[in-house]
């Protein structure tokens, strides 16, 4: 998609702005004779269908979204979504006009995505709007709807990822097909959820028994998990990367809303992304248990064995990559003003690297999904056909089978590449015209012509711009109109790599002839590289030459700590994973990744550490959790505030690899976070009781986000079951008092000890049609519902039908008077609200960043 500078390649962005300017035009400036001129050339439509393709582009985009695929939740808010609101606004009447009510994509699985197109007017206008519009927002703001373009939720769906995949999404910023990636490896029955409110969280077996057996096994996987992580995590990978730095945080916090163990975010060019290195047998690693020295250059602990390293290749790996983005012009406009062939041109080669850095990572088997919302042959089919001729062993997927219901047409055969030239016939040196070349020949003729040079001094373009000879099936690929189901412009090819031939061992030479001897591989080769790299190694890119031939090592920097990098120093005149020749300079990489990497260490704690140990015992948690899957983020390695989770093979990357190599930016999930206050009761007093209790590792509890991922190693016997008048009792007061709650909610809860518990809302099949589990901290005498204020609002809409929180009351009280902000109602006494997303770690998410791709209006 069309994006901001610097989306995985190095300082580049569409050069028309093209993703930025989205100003209104009329209709009547809806016009580009060179847009129409280069794609009627290109022959994208049949004559019959130009007209109607034009004129959809001039229409407004439709709102869309989709649920989050997570099981029970998404399930209940499909069901909400369809038999209320969709069912009370499908008889609305605007103006003497009916109203189209939400109405479901039909290509999308299980119905979970939603369009609609309504003016804002009658957003403002219509009381039944405004509530469905309400509901959006504050499910967007918790994760559990996604503000999402409808063709760019296509990419990941023909990725087909399972829970067990390595993923790679190699230009992932903003993040709404990251958040697609993650739910789809979160999507067995027997995993967490993973949403960042306490909406309907599926009940481990061992809590309800109405719920099935969460003891079945996942699919067979690339890692070897330990028993109890089998049971409740993931076993697969996901790293989101973004060459920039400030949309990297945005990506970390548009994430936050789907926590997951098995998330990495890094920040680096997608073009020359280099080898992960992971241990040959994760089964091995750590086996000495938690004796490992602790280091905080390489990640935390590392062991005192050497064990053979090899790199991280990929099951699936996705590349939308920037792009000219001029399948977005219903919500970029100033497309038309600005459009111009140079900018597929230029884009050309970074595309083409990133998507041949892709090959390379990609395991046999393993599947590519390519993707752009631009339209020009130059950065699709040009690109997929030079990559298919420039390494071996790929082929191109038929996907007409796979989500029947989406219309598309079949990718490019034959097109013809045209420049951007001054216009011969005019006196205004800036005016430009387009001049088509058949062939790359001709093309080459003009260019050592007297009018080619002449033509601004321009580099050669590429000849894989043009078509080759050769059938590599580009009709398999897919394009994507927007007169075919109203959505915008875009390209989708999916790659597959061939798995590879078993290799014959050759025969012995006869009896009394000495065999000659192999040539040996360097010691330093076989252990970092494996034979899989030396092989890959040897394959020609010669359709684009590399302009960093120094960076692209397949042999990773070694680790701080390492063997060969004793003493946590990075070697001198290295650049990205070594080799030969001096390494990038300061200012190119500052350049390349738009901002400076100063990011906190991932140390990991020992299982038997106090902390550890504490929260393990006052949380109520049973043996089985993986204690020794904790990290914190500081310098110190000391667990100061929170603790962050993450499943076996994120454990692995951050151990043994040098996490400023690979500039990772954020990993895992916070679990656990020390409570500053205790309600009412300062921070001193608090701190004052703890240390009366012998508690000298502080007070931690569970995070909302956290509970999905630690609930399976609750202690049944510690879970308290509430009613439907302690809900709301929680709900409507930010500390309520325990008197104000059920009886029997106050009878169990009443003679516990204060600090963290987690509250259980049986299933009625009315209000609430699964279990409903939330975090809360007990004091003396009075409760709180440990989730945020957006998060609160959200559940209350659901289960309750409106927004009783005191935020909803004071929000609802401002909009009666026509005013922004407004006094507390109800007599309540407001206090500041414990929110669940507290200040975090230095440098790990700009809670400021606002994405325009997944923000509902």
Known sequence: MARKKGRGGPGRKPRNGANVDSAPISKDEMHNEKFEAYYKMQGILPEDEWDQFLQAFREPLPTTFRVAGCRQTATVLNDLIKNTYAAQLNNVHVEGEKVQPPTQIPWYPEGLAWQFNVPKK?????????????????????????????????????LDVKPHHLVLDMCAAPGSKTAQLLEAIHSSPHLP????????TECPSHLSSSLPDSSASNPPSSTTPSSSEELTFPTGLLIANDSD?????????????????VLVVTNLDASIFPFVRIPADLGRVNTEGDGGEKDGGSGGETTKTKTKMIPLHFDRILCDVPCSGDGTLRKNMGIWKKWSCADGNGLHSLQLRILQRAMRMLKPGGRIVYSTCSMNPAENEAVVGAALRSIPGFKLIDTTP?????????????????????????????????????????????????????????GKALESLWPMSGDVGLERCMRIYPHLQDTGGFFVAVLEKELAKPVEPKKRQASGIPAPKAKKPKLEQEEEGGEDDMVEDDVEEAVVPDPNPHTESNTPTPAPGSESNKGGKQQKGKGNGGGKGKGKGRREELDETGGDFNENPYIYLAADDPVVQTCIKKLHLTPSFPSSNLFVRNPTGQPARSLYLTNEIVKSILQNNDYERLRITSAGTRVFIKQQGDGGVSKLKAAEAAEEEGNTTGRFRILSEGLPLVLPFVEKESVVEGDMQTLRCLLEVYHPLLERCGERF???????????????????????????????????????????????????LRVLGEDVTVAGKVA????SKGRRGGAPVDGDTVVAEPEDDEAVD?????????????VME
């Open 122 to 158: 009658v957003i403002r206008k219509e009381q039944d709007f405004k509530r469905f519009h309400s509901f959006l927002v504050f499910e967007t703001d918790v994760g559990n709807i996604s503000r999402q373009e409808s063709v760019s939720m296509v990419p990941p769906l023909f």
């Open 842 to 854: 230095a440098g790990e998410v700009d809670e400021n960043a606002e994405d325009v791709d997944d």
């Open 812 to 815: 609802a009280e401002a909009a």
């Open 402 to 458: 796979h989500l029947p219901l989406l219309l598309r047409r079949p990718g490019l055969t034959t097109w013809i590449p045209a420049l951007s030239i001054p216009n011969p016939t005019s006196t205004d040196k800036k005016e430009r015209s387009i001049k088509f070349f058949p062939t790359y020949a001709s093309y080459s003729e003009w260019f050592e012509s007297d009018g080619g040079g002449k033509g601004g001094g321009r």
């Open 193 to 200: 959820n993973p949403t960042s409110t306490p909406t309907i």
């Open 245 to 261: 730095h400030k949309r990297t945080h945005m990506l970390i916090h548009q994430s936050a809303r789907l926590p997951s163990p």
């Open 746 to 796: 106050r009878n169990e809860l009443g003679g516990r000890p204060s600090g963290n518990h987690v509250v259980r809302f049986p299933k009625d099949g009315d209000t609430l049609t699964h279990d409903l589990l939330v975090p809360i901290w007990k004091s003396n005498v009075s409760l709180s519902l440990m989730i945020d204020k957006k998060a609160k609002s959200a559940l209350s």
